[in-house]
């Protein structure tokens, strides 16, 4: 088991101590800087500002406190209108735009100053740290080229540890990746599930030689039980979950050698976990949506923004030793899909299905809803395994009867060797039948 230490003397250092931080320290310091955050927000960013659901407190005296102010949404980001920025353009470093999940074409609007950018570079140091030994090599399998970058920024951060990161070519065929990885031999890797699921099955089935990977970071998307057992079985590496977003600041939990629960970033953002229909602040514990306040942004803080993805907060001290709280995450906020006949479907239980099929390198789903309900399944894989794919799907106990009373017509086909981009994130794409 790999484990280099865990982050508390980082975040004692962080936050002005000379002495590992004990619950009472964190929470003094998160505190002081929400009050600070808030009283920032209302006096630089019009949005705040501007903002009529205040209330007339703006001092905390505790942390629960900050449940009586009002949620900022994913809306608020698109809309930008009023403005979210606490800076004039000209100081804010980085503008980055995200591309929404949605069909609008719409994005959210995050902009972060240079003191921003360095605490993500000072974050990915030191919890890289914990799970990659210096002077070992590690393969950066997100995209690395745009300055500020997710892959950017986790490559300056291995760089300042002392580890010797490489990018991987992420943008081109499948073959080419795994190609890079095999001459490279890092010790490490780091990216998507769905680019290391890929490139862990096709060298498993491609007939080349077996590859060592000692340590896998899994970042940006859910993990599913079934890829991280592939790329324990395949490369024999022990998987570290991250969870993160751009409005994390990309940085924003990670695994311990424990690997129960992911530690949350507690110097720079204070979690909240809400039932998302009423809005009410839940016990830790309890699963529900996570909310996030950003501690120490400038170029635009976050408060109380609600993220859409799920999971809890555990406050118990982890095995590891440390004290930060850990985050157990339970995926996105997902309607299940409702078909013709009254079934329901969790599409995201049909991606874990198929990945789990061995010899299953990438795929792409699409679900035709309505009277001649149809599962197109694209999959990169030898020609025998289709039969498995369908036969997985078919036989699961929750999918499977669902499939087979909505009468759903399975088709699942070979796919050409590069059809998917190997940074997208694999989901079910829906499309409405006739009326
Ligand atoms: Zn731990």
Request: proline letters at 5%; a negative charge.
């Amino acid at each position: 088991m790999i484990g280099f230490g865990t982050l508390d003397a980082w975040v004692g250092r962080t936050i002005g101590l000379k002495h590992l931080p004990t619950r009472y320290d964190i929470e003094a310091y998160q505190l002081r800087r929400l009050n600070e955050t808030i009283a920032y927000a209302r006096s630089q960013s019009p949005f705040y500002r501007m903002r009529s659901d205040w209330p007339d407190l703006l001092e905390l005296s505790d942390l629960g406190d900050i449940a009586r102010l009002p949620f900022t949404t994913a809306h608020d980001l698109v809309r930008s209108d009023p403005s979210l920025i606490a800076l004039p353009l000209r100081d804010a470093a980085r503008l980055v735009n995200i591309p929404t999940s949605g069909t609008s074409g719409q994005q959210k609007r995050l902009f972060f100053t240079e003191a921003d950018i360095e605490a993500t570079v000072d974050y990915f140091e030191n919890g890289m740290a914990t799970i990659v030994r210096p002077g070992s090599c590690v393969a950066v399998a997100f995209p690395a080229q745009r300055p500020d970058s997710v892959g950017d920024l986790l490559m300056r951060g291995l760089n300042r540890l002392g580890a010797f990161p490489v990018a991987l070519p992420v943008d081109g065929a499948l073959d080419t990746l795994v190609g890079a990885l095999r001459e490279l031999q890092p010790a490490a890797i780091a990216g998507m599930p769905v680019t290391l699921g890929a490139a862990a099955r096709r060298m498993e089935t491609d007939g080349g030689s077996p590859l060592r990977i000692e340590t896998a970071l899994v970042s940006a998307d859910s993990v599913s039980p079934s890829l991280k057992a592939a790329l324990a079985v395949i490369w024999g590496a022990e998987v570290f979950e991250h969870w993160g977003m751009t409005e994390t600041g990309y940085g924003g939990a990670l695994a311990c050698e424990a690997h129960d629960g992911l530690h949350i970033r507690e110097t720079d953002l204070y979690l909240e976990v809400i039932d998302a229909g009423s809005g009410r602040v839940l016990p830790s514990g309890y699963e529900g949506e996570i909310v996030l306040t950003t501690l120490c942004r400038r170029g635009l803080p976050l408060i109380r923004y609600r993220t859409g993805d799920i999971g809890g907060i555990v406050e118990t001290r982890c095995h590891c030793g440390s004290v930060l709280r850990r985050l157990r995450l339970g995926g996105r906020i997902a309607e299940p899909t409702l078909l013709e006949r009254g079934g329901s479907l969790q599409t995201e239980l049909i991606d874990d299905i198929i990945f789990s099929v061995d010899g299953v390198v990438d795929f792409a789903v699409e679900l035709k809803t309505g009277k001649e309900a149809r599962l197109a399944v694209d999959v990169v894989a030898a020609p025998q395994v289709l039969e498995d794919v369908r036969s997985a799907l078919l036989h699961h106990p929750i999918v499977g009867p669902v499939l087979q009373s909505e009468k759903i017509n399975i088709a699942v086909e070979l796919a050409a060797k590069s059809a998917f981009s190997l940074c997208r994130k694999r989901r079910v794409r829906m499309t409405p039948g006739e009326e």
